[in-house]
């Protein structure tokens, strides 16, 4: 037989082939820290903890593969908890006027330039019945810290949305009481309380407050409402001004040994009638980053995508559900009033994320993956 002229398979120059072991996708990765820090995101997401050394480089990693990977691991332990349900909370905002004075506020007692208003309890039960129509089940009455709504009238109010929508969660973010108060507003019906702590550290929570508020004082209140029963909500501004990453890693180990049911966070926004009126907003990728790391560090935390970070990024709120939260908070509040309630400049009230545009705001959900569902949405602790 005739030898094929081609050279024999044998003869071929040898390749060097490498069987690669079934590993870790950071293994890929070039860059020399990204190993550490891949595998830190995989410990954080497994035990739901890390050092400090540690936590600290992924609050301050501007690396986008890191931070992809941060948002896929919250994405899943998300989703193993709540599934790819969102919880919505009709917020209304009763009252404009508020005795504190803290310097990032547009609500502030100091400044002349913000409009007051207060809504009546008619007007009150009026929104919830709308967003009761609009298969709202908890109800988010938040205002300034206002004198007029002393124990009475605000327990009176309680009990009358109970009695008329009894199987909607009454949340309540009125500011700091004390604990005889928030036991009156419990006893009235009240399930939930929203009260940020705002920083973890008492020298930077002494910058952004006058010397007239306290810490402590924050502290007790969380203590309080824990105490009496309520499923409690804290949080921070993320780019409040003197903040510091290691501010940051206070707040999370504040928040990993409080235990809170709910934490909201959202990028801090100036409004330019306060002391930090010229100061730079906080980032939304920085509120992302941390939206995540919470999720992973409290897997069941009832977790919103805050309008302040809608109000940053027009995709906001959809990069925040994708990032690890779980809850949106729709504006309920009278149409004529939204705009008084200023806390920072160009907030958003009257597009898509109102209330009243539910239906387009299932739909931008339903875009992200995500479903809203018509229910109280309690914390898992508490169903
Ligand atoms: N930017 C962002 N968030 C703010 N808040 C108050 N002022 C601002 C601001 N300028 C937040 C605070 C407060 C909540 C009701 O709104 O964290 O607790």
Redesign the pocket.
């Known amino acids: 037989m005739r030898r094929p002229k081609h050279r024999s398979i044998e003869r071929l120059p040898k390749y060097r082939v490498t069987i690669y072991r079934r590993q870790p996708d950071y293994e890929w990765s070039t860059e020399p820290n990204m190993k550490a820090i891949f595998n830190s995101i995989d410990r954080l997401a497994k035990t739901g903890d890390l050092p400090d050394e540690e936590l600290l480089a992924l609050i301050t990693t501007g690396d986008k593969e890191a931070v992809g990977r941060l948002s896929a691991r919250a994405r899943e332990v998300r989703e193993k908890v709540y599934g790819r349900s969102v919880y919505i909370r009709g917020l209304i905002e009763f009252s404009s006027y508020c005795k504190n004075d803290?310097y990032?506020?547009?609500l502030r007692r100091s400044n002349r330039s913000a409009e007051r208003y207060r809504l009546t309890p008619e007007d009150i039960l009026s929104c919830c019945a709308q967003g009761f129509d609009l298969g709202f089940r908890t109800f988010v009455l938040?205002g300034g810290e206002d004198p007029f709504f002393i124990d009475e009238r605000m327990t009176a109010l309680v009990r009358q949305i109970k009695e008329r929508f009894p199987e909607c969660a009454v949340t309540l973010?009125l500011g700091e009481r004390e604990r005889e108060s928030y036991q009156a507003l419990f006893d009235a019906g009240a399930d939930r309380y929203l009260l940020?702590h705002?920083t973890a550290d008492k020298e930077h929570y002494e910058k952004l407050h006058p010397a007239e508020m306290s810490y402590e004082h924050r502290m007790k209140c969380l203590r309080d409402l824990r105490g009496i029963g309520y499923q409690v909500g804290c949080?921070?501004?993320v780019g409040s001004p003197f903040q510091r990453p290691e501010h940051l890693l206070k707040d999370l180990r504040f928040l990993q040994s409080f235990r809170p049911e709910m934490v909201?966070i959202?990028?801090?926004?100036?409004?330019k009638d306060?002391p930090?009126g010229d100061r730079t907003s906080g980032g939304a990728g920085d509120t992302l980053l941390l939206l995540s790391i919470i999720r992973l560090l409290l897997p069941q935390v009832l977790l919103p995508a805050t309008t302040?970070l809608g109000t940053i990024d027009p995709m906001g709120r959809e990069k925040g559900l994708q990032a690890g939260a779980n809850v949106i908070m729709p504006n309920l509040s009278p149409v004529s009033v939204r705009k008084k309630y200023l806390?920072?400049d160009n907030k958003i009230c009257t597009g898509e994320e109102a209330a009243e545009c539910v239906q387009s705001l299932r739909d931008r959900v339903a875009r992200a993956g995500y479903e809203i569902v018509v229910s109280r949405g309690d914390h898992p602790s508490r169903q």
Do not use: D, K
């Open positions: 803290c990032y506020c547009g938040q973010s940020r705002e949080g921070m501004m909201g959202g990028p801090f926004i100036p409004q306060t930090f302040a806390l920072y």
